[in-house]
């Protein structure tokens, strides 16, 4: 199986008419028009935002997706951006039957959790006396070949998962999947959470990306990923009686639930309703993590006495049913709406979402018991949504970028499984850029703000990343730019130029960056003469090409 | 709170020059450092993230009470010719034995601990109280800028100077957010744009190219921090770091935290011109089988004493210029839970190492751990407020005025400074 090699080919064909006829007029000039139109009089014709169509159609291809490829925004256009949004809220009604022969390459993401642990030998890691892997170990590591360590089960989800967002036609729902993965996030590599992680993606996440809060709550809470990465398996509740002396509580899960997956941290709990809700969850567990590894509700490790929780009494003798009723009353309660109305906005509209966008979410989301479509529309047609303010405001994260910039020049990843894998590749890449995929540690996740993604080392590594990438010197990873460059004659660099600005950045350039480009290309040490298969003299359009995905505009979206 | 950044000034010029590479004045700010023979104090700050747990780390060992709270994870109490043992300190607190490479240093009185140390704010949630400590302001979520940023502004500055602040992290930690262009590095070597060479004879040299495109942009996040990445580079450059190699024998641990403090004694060495230096340490938060002497808090300790020791050998008689800081959100519950781990406490361990500090001693008053001494009724109480301590290293390691404010609302007090610190370090 592994010896089979797929690959994808992103549509590429190329943008057609908007970039033949060189640009006269700067797109970023059409932009600042547009705004200045917009105070004077309302262009009903498109909606109320200050976008110009073009801008809306590329806004939504940046935030509910990984970015263009070549002709998306045609494709957009002619459909109609609302057609296109609706379609991507549904994403049953988008036919994506390419995707699923693309992951042939990665079986694992398939296997429940117990055939993973028969699969792959789960000895407990050797007693970690020394900080370093003694000679033996080491030894020991590598003799396991490859594919039968256990690490493969977490390459393969993380080359799925870049496969998916580079290929699937369900933008958004990849999108959300990343987004609730994140918000309910549990950390690859602490001890069993790998064999339990293609389960937890597939089965308790996936599923509800766009369904119901109260339905993904329910399922991550009882998924022995979470229940592993968060101790609740764990936790043992005493007599009543003997509450508050060396119970064998855990109050990992307790807390975090509340904190990060629900209430937020000022959402109005307490310390004892920490150790309440603590107690309601003692008895969900594991049955047999190292063989079985699912779910199951033990009676005997339960703590049957009366529970007080946010105000609300849970009365003795609940048993399971007293977990669920605490996740009935986080999910309804309104700090949960308002916090997970405030971090979706952050990350479809803002990093600093006004009160009246989160407002108009959470709004929606208690109106309809918690919908995630219902809400994700309320932000999209929002006047925030398509506000000057929101445009491009967005810094791409490490895996946004990346995905983008292979998107953007129409390529193609390698997904055979094998070492030549692209994806796997890029997971190195996107690892490197400080977003290693299922391997963030804390229960927040990864940060969705500029601050934590903006600085030096990751900036000079995205360039590096840049110039690696347009040469096709990342293995497994072909972009084809000179299909990119058809009907340009590469004699003439300010046609290559403009075409590589409608490409990558669909000419949302502002001029500091053009002028730069300009200059450039205007030095006699660059634009000398040479001899190629094209003629006298060509444009050094790979590195041009990879100076504009590396520019300050290509890392915002 | 978006104030004008002195880069602005710097690129004023290069506005004009279009496409001309700008003088790097901060070449020469950096050879005048070295002229002062690296005068230049160092500030290191070491962030164990994830809230360690102080009463392993530094055992109670003259405290029944901590025996009884900590039935499988408490560390005997020094027992000579015993390694798997506390190691006595001042014969109430010892080292958890996998500090022992720092007793040394302790001996040579290069290193205090400050007990029973942390924040006044009661929050258990690790996000909130990193989020507190490193902003220096518990309970105010408001302030953007970080107290090593308030630290570093209120320090002279001549020139542009590139690698004053350094973090070695993936991204810049709170405690260095804010006007003062701190770079973060995960490697130095790694720290170039590389496949810049052209594919062609006659191509265009990307780094320059990269470089030009991050010159312009002003009151922007990403153009700072590309600029401040290229400043950075031509620094390094300049300096020929790959030829200094640990000193004096120094063994620093394998892994990113040993690689990161190795990293920081190399930019000290080669005199960039390094005033904060920033570095992270995770795994502490120890809710399931912490280990005793041994197992799984043993072995981070083991890492993070390694660390500190190859430090303070590799900078040998550097270290008197040098101060680290070490710190952590919180600790951990007196009591040990059902799991043969602790959960999230209040007060806990840091320490001070260098040589300008009153070493060799345990700083400020034990609160006890009999259940009415808890604060809640089960963790340690804080009666040193970190503010203090990061205040009296800062600002009689820097030398800094006593009246800026390091911790808006918050004036600090001389007198209730811990004490770590000589007072001057001439004497």
């Known amino acids: 199986m592994y010896g089979m090699v797929f690959f994808f080919i992103v549509s590429a064909f190329i943008v057609g008419c908007s970039n033949s006829t060189g640009r006269s007029v700067s797109l970023s000039d059409t932009h600042e028009g547009a705004l200045e139109r917009s105070k004077d009089e309302p262009r009903p014709e498109v909606s109320t935002s200050p976008l110009s169509e073009h801008q809306q159609i590329l806004h939504a291809l940046n935030r509910l997706g990984y970015g263009p490829r070549p002709g998306d925004a045609a494709r957009v256009q002619q459909m109609g951006l609302k057609n296109w949004i609706t379609r991507q809220l549904h994403p049953d009604t988008i036919p994506d039957e390419a995707v699923a022969p693309l992951l042939r390459g990665y079986p694992t993401i398939d296997k429940s959790t117990p055939d993973l642990l028969k ?208 996740l009935d009353l986080l999910a309804h309660h309104p700090s949960t709406a308002r916090f997970i109305a405030t971090k979706l906005t952050r990350r479809f509209v803002q990093d600093h979402p006004s009160p009246a966008v989160i407002e108009r979410a959470a709004q929606t989301f208690r109106e309809t018991d918690g919908d995630i479509r219902a809400t994700l529309e309320a932000i999209i047609t929002s006047p925030d949504f398509t506000s000057v303010e929101a445009y491009r405001a967005k810094i791409k994260t490490p895996l946004e970028y990346v995905i983008s910039a292979v998107r953007v020049l129409g390529g193609q990843v390698s997904v055979s499984g094998t070492a030549s894998d692209g994806a796997f590749q890029l997971t190195r890449t996107i690892a490197n850029l400080g977003q290693p995929l299922y391997e963030a540690q804390p229960p927040t996740g990864y940060p969705d703000m500029a601050t934590a993604w903006v600085n030096s080392s990751a900036l000079v590594r995205r360039m590096t990343f840049a110039l690696a990438l347009v040469p096709n010197r990342v293995p497994g990873v072909w972009v084809n730019l000179p299909q990119q460059l058809i009907g340009v004659d590469r004699r003439r660099s300010d046609q290559v130029l403009n075409r590589l600005l409608s490409v990558v950045l669909s000419d949302e350039v502002t001029p500091a960056t053009e002028n730069i480009l300009v200059h450039m290309l205007s030095d006699p040490k660059i634009n000398h003469a040479m001899e190629d298969d094209q003629g006298l003299v060509n444009t050094d359009a790979e590195t041009l090409a990879a100076l504009v995905i590396g520019s300050p505009e290509f890392q915002r979206r | ?318 270290m008197a210029e040098v101060v680290v800081l070490t710190m952590s959100e919180f600790g951990r519950t007196v009591h040990e839970n059902g799991n043969g781990g602790t959960d999230h406490g209040h007060g806990t361990a840091m320490m001070v190492l260098g040589g300008t500090i009153r070493g060799g001693r345990m700083v400020g008053r034990w609160p006890g751990l009999a259940k009415e001494q808890l604060f809640d009724g089960r963790d340690l109480q804080v009666t040193t407020d970190f503010r203090h301590l990061f205040a009296e290293v800062a600002m009689r390691h820097f030398g800094l005025p006593s009246d800026i404010p390091l911790f808006p609302k918050f004036p600090v007090k001389a007198d209730l400074y811990p004490g770590v610190m000589r007072k001057s370090p001439e004497t």
């Open chain 1, 119 to 326: 699969k792959f030998p789960n000895n407990p890691p050797p007693k970690p006396v020394e900080p370093n892997m003694g000679p033996m170990q080491s030894q020991m590591a590598q003799e396991m070949p490859p594919e039968r360590r256990p690490v493969r089960i977490v390459q393969e989800l993380q080359a799925a998962r870049i496969a998916r967002a580079v290929m699937s036609e369900r933008q958004l729902q990849e999108v959300m999947v990343d987004f609730w993965f994140n918000h309910f996030n549990v950390f690859a590599h602490k001890d069993l959470v790998k064999w339990m992680l293609p389960a937890y993606e597939r089965d308790a996440i996936r599923p509800h990306a766009l369904g119901h809060f109260k339905d993904l709550l329910l399922s991550t809470a009882r998924h022995p990923a979470m229940l592993f990465y968060l101790d609740n398996w764990l936790s043992v509740g005493a007599g009543p009686a003997k509450i508050g002396q060396n119970s064998g509580l855990n109050e990992n899960y307790a807390r975090e639930v509340m904190e990060l997956h629900t209430l937020g941290v000022d959402g109005g709990y307490t310390e004892e309703d920490v150790r309440e809700v603590a107690r309601c969850f003692t008895g969900w567990t594991i049955d047999r993590p190292r063989e079985v590894g699912q779910y199951i509700f033990r009676l005997g490790q339960h703590d049957r006495g009366e529970k007080r929780v946010l105000g609300s009494v849970i009365p003795a003798g609940g048993g399971e049913a007293d977990g669920l009723r605490v």
């Open chain 2, 1 to 318: 709170m978006c104030s004008c950044s002195r880069r602005t000034f710097l690129t004023l010029g290069a506005l004009t020059v279009l496409g001309l590479s700008r003088l790097p004045p901060f070449l020469l700010r950096a050879a005048s450092a070295q002229e002062r023979g690296g005068a230049r104090k160092i500030l290191i700050v070491i962030f164990q993230r994830g809230a360690v747990d102080g009463l392993s780390m530094l055992v109670p060992h003259g405290e029944r009470s901590y025996y009884e709270a900590r039935k499988s994870i408490a560390i005997r109490p020094p027992q000579a010719g015993n390694a798997d043992t506390a190691v006595d300190l001042d014969g109430f607190f010892g080292f958890h034995p996998a500090l022992a490479p720092l007793k040394p240093l302790w001996g040579a009185r290069r290193l205090a601990v400050v007990h029973a140390c942390g924040s006044p704010h009661p929050t258990r949630s690790h996000f909130d109280a990193q989020d507190y400590m490193e902003s220096g302001t518990p309970g105010d979520k408001n302030p953007t800028e970080g107290w090593l940023t308030r630290v570093l502004e209120a320090r002279p500055l001549l020139q542009a100077d590139p690698l004053r602040a350094v973090a070695f992290t993936t991204t810049v930690p709170r405690s260095l957010q804010g006007n003062i262009d701190a770079v973060t590095v995960s490697n130095l070597a790694d720290f170039d744009v590389k496949g810049g060479s052209p594919l062609l004879a006659s191509g265009i040299e990307a780094q320059q190219g990269f470089e030009q495109l991050y010159e312009l942009g002003i009151h922007d996040l990403l153009y700072e921090a590309g600029r401040e990445a290229f400043d950075a580079m031509k620094l390094l450059k300049a300096r020929n770091l790959q030829s200094s190699a640990p000193a004096n024998g120094a063994e620093y641990p394998r892994g990113r935290f040993g690689d990161s403090v190795r990293q920081i004694a190399q930019l000290i060495k080669a005199d960039v011109g390094l005033e904060v230096a920033f570095t992270e340490c995770g795994g502490w938060d120890t809710h399931v089988r912490q280990g005793n002497e041994r197992g799984q808090l043993a072995t981070r300790l083991t890492e993070f004493a390694q660390a500190l020791a190859a430090l303070d050998r590799d900078l040998g008689d550097r």
